[in-house]
């Protein structure tokens, strides 16, 4: 996964077997390095409308701010982001064997 992302930022093409890469204004919000919180998941929503729509700040404001006041540790929410983004191509299969042994349709490898 870190292979990716820095394929990516570099400007290096995609490779064949992968999906697409992340559009310039990903790799702008990214590279902004904006701090966690409302404002940074407005901002990305922004992006992800793009210009061929138009964007309802609003709407998009009221989702994180609602998730946040529900949150009883929102610091606990960092982890999931680093669990998502580590380079350990065994933690799916180890999740998949500690939690999800009777999920229909997961193949386990």
Do not use: K
């Amino acid at each position: 996964m870190a292979g990716l992302r820095a394929r990516a930022r570099a400007g290096e093409p995609a490779d064949p077997d992968d999906l697409p890469p992340p559009s310039p204004a990903v790799l702008a919000h990214l590279a902004a390095g904006l701090p966690l919180g409302v404002e940074s998941d407005v901002a990305l929503f922004r992006v992800f409308n793009g210009a061929a729509r138009p964007f309802d700040e609003p709407a998009a404001r009221a989702m994180p701010e609602l998730a946040l006041s529900r949150a009883t540790d929102p610091a606990a929410a960092a982890d999931r982001g680093r669990a998502a983004w580590m380079d350990a191509p065994d933690l799916l299969p180890r999740f998949r064997a500690r939690y999800c042994t009777s999920c229909p349709g997961w193949a386990m490898s």
